[in-house]
């Protein structure tokens, strides 16, 4: 059965770091793209970082571009998140997604998600 | 960026009616090189993470139940529960992979039994 866990979030204080991460099963983790997406307490999805199945390319939401630092490990069969500069606007539920291209060409959707990790920024 | 807009922000609807959610971007999501509208819906219940709904549009996930339809093009989408069940009480978000990877969801509309 196809799995994504994410571990590591937590309480921190505002300008200090996390690291997230997440473990893939059930499918082969090295040829699939993979995200970070966000919840914020009580509001919508907010999409944070993609990374291409060999981890060369990245592209990051704005809200965190230069804070945050999207990695992965194709024999660990892991995604990561490492977060610095933390600010309280950065509280959320975050999530590692799968990227699905369903033969289009182009990236159509998520189609497997993590259960989330929860980020609480606070002094 | 593009930016999509969901209505109602809520809808409450009796069990066994019609849901209807509209979902609207700030640019056209069809590709013309393959004729594909990359727009795509999610079911997100309390307590869960989101649930791919339907892709391209109008092609349901596999394991989605028929009630559950999609249709539109170019910026004007729609989500339709064809008979709405206890168990599709969730927010809906619609999001847009035209620009992909920097993808964009709508604000969500949450779904109630009337």
């Known amino acids: 059965e196809v799995h994504l866990v994410e571990s590591g979030g937590g309480l921190v204080q505002p300008g200090g770091s996390l690291r997230l991460s997440c473990a893939a099963s059930?499918?082969?983790?090295?040829?699939?793209?993979m995200n970070w997406v966000r919840q914020a307490p009580g509001k919508g999805l907010e999409w944070v970082s993609d990374?291409?199945?060999?981890?060369?390319?990245?592209y990051y939401a704005d809200s965190v571009k230069g804070r945050f630092t999207i990695s992965r490990d194709n024999a660990k069969n892991s995604l990561y998140l490492q977060m610095n500069s933390l600010r309280a606007e950065d509280t959320a539920v975050y999530y590692c997604?799968?990227?699905?291209?369903?033969?289009?060409?182009?990236?159509?959707?998520?189609?497997?998600w993590g259960q989330g990790t929860t980020v609480t920024v606070s002094s | 960026d593009i930016v999509m807009t969901q209505s109602p922000d809520s809808l409450a609807v009796s069990l066994g009616e019609r849901a209807t959610i509209n979902c609207k971007s700030s640019?056209?999501?069809?590709?013309?090189?393959?004729?594909?509208?990359?727009l795509t819906w999610y079911q997100q219940k309390p307590g869960q993470p989101p649930k791919l709904l339907i892709y391209?549009?109008?092609t349901r996930e596999s394991g989605v139940p028929d009630r559950f339809s999609g249709s539109g093009s170019g910026t004007d989408f729609t989500l339709t529960i064809s008979s709405l069940q206890a168990e599709d009480v969730a927010v809906y978000y619609c999001?847009?992979?035209?620009?992909?990877?920097?993808?964009?969801f709508g604000g969500g509309t949450k779904v109630e039994i009337k």
């Open positions: 997604a799968r990227i699905r291209w369903y033969g289009s060409g182009r990236a159509s959707g998520m189609d497997v």
């Open positions: 059930g499918f082969t983790f090295s040829t699939y793209e």
């Open positions: 990374i291409n199945n060999s981890g060369n390319t990245i």
């Open positions: 640019q056209s999501v069809l590709y013309s090189s393959n004729n594909k509208n990359y």
């Open positions: 391209w549009a109008s």
């Open positions: 999001q847009q992979y035209y620009s992909t990877p920097l993808v964009t």
